[in-house]
């Protein structure tokens, strides 16, 4: 009889996130605050993005409640705009695939800059004012390290047979 077991890799992405939770809410001087990439929305593109069969919307939407109850913000705010960023990437999935790194950072830029319309939308409704340099500069700054993101998630993808 076979014994059921976790699929295989399930603690590498779980890994993943954990990671990207802790680069999240890792306290940083206020001059770099600004500077602070997306963690969490580049881990849900990157498995969005390769296996798609197994990281979607509910798997987004989990990471995005997760996201809020450690950052303090609305709870739901951050899991809408990562389900959004986990449709959009899966809706995309095929063709980012085959584009050159410097064209992924192209949709990743996009996804992400719809990522952050959707949290400027929220704290806009609750009254929540941000400077455009604290709104956009993150966006700017995870899409330039997708192309290491990429590489490292990648070999580590292979490395652990994740699939």
Same mark, same amino acid.
């Given at each position: +009889?076979?014994? !059921?077991? %976790?699929?295989?890799?399930?603690?590498?992405? =779980?890994?993943?996130? !954990?990671?990207?939770?802790?680069l999240?809410?890792?306290?940083?001087?206020?001059?770099?605050?600004? @500077?602070?990439?997306?963690?969490?929305? !580049?881990?849900?593109?990157?498995?969005?993005?390769?296996?798609?069969?197994?990281?979607?919307?509910?798997?987004?939407? @989990?990471?995005? !409640?997760?996201?809020?109850?450690?950052?303090?913000?609305?709870?739901?705010?951050?899991?809408?705009?990562?389900?959004?960023? =986990?449709?959009?990437?899966?809706w995309?999935?095929?063709?980012?695939?085959? @584009?050159?790194?410097?064209?992924?950072?192209?949709?990743?830029?996009?996804?992400?800059?719809?990522? %952050?319309?959707?949290? @400027?939308?929220?704290?806009?409704?609750?009254?929540?004012?941000?400077g455009?340099? +604290?709104?956009?500069m993150? *966006?700017?700054?995870?899409? %330039?390290?997708?192309?290491? *993101?990429?590489?490292? +998630?990648?070999?580590?993808?292979?490395?652990?047979?994740?699939?």
């Amino acid at each position: +009889m076979r014994e !059921l077991s %976790a699929p295989r890799g399930v603690w590498v992405i =779980a890994a993943t996130y !954990l990671v990207a939770m802790i680069l999240t809410v890792w306290p940083l001087p206020q001059w770099a605050e600004v @500077f602070r990439p997306a963690w969490v929305p !580049l881990v849900t593109i990157y498995w969005c993005l390769w296996l798609p069969e197994r990281i979607g919307v509910i798997i987004a939407f @989990f990471a995005g !409640l997760l996201v809020d109850a450690l950052s303090g913000t609305l709870l739901g705010e951050h899991a809408l705009a990562l389900v959004l960023v =986990a449709w959009a990437a899966l809706w995309m999935h095929l063709q980012v695939r085959v @584009f050159p790194w410097w064209q992924q950072c192209v949709v990743v830029l996009g996804i992400l800059a719809l990522h %952050a319309l959707v949290l @400027f939308w929220v704290d806009g409704m609750l009254g929540y004012t941000v400077g455009a340099a +604290m709104r956009w500069m993150p *966006i700017l700054v995870s899409a %330039a390290l997708w192309p290491w *993101i990429l590489q490292v +998630m990648s070999r580590n993808q292979q490395r652990y047979h994740v699939g």
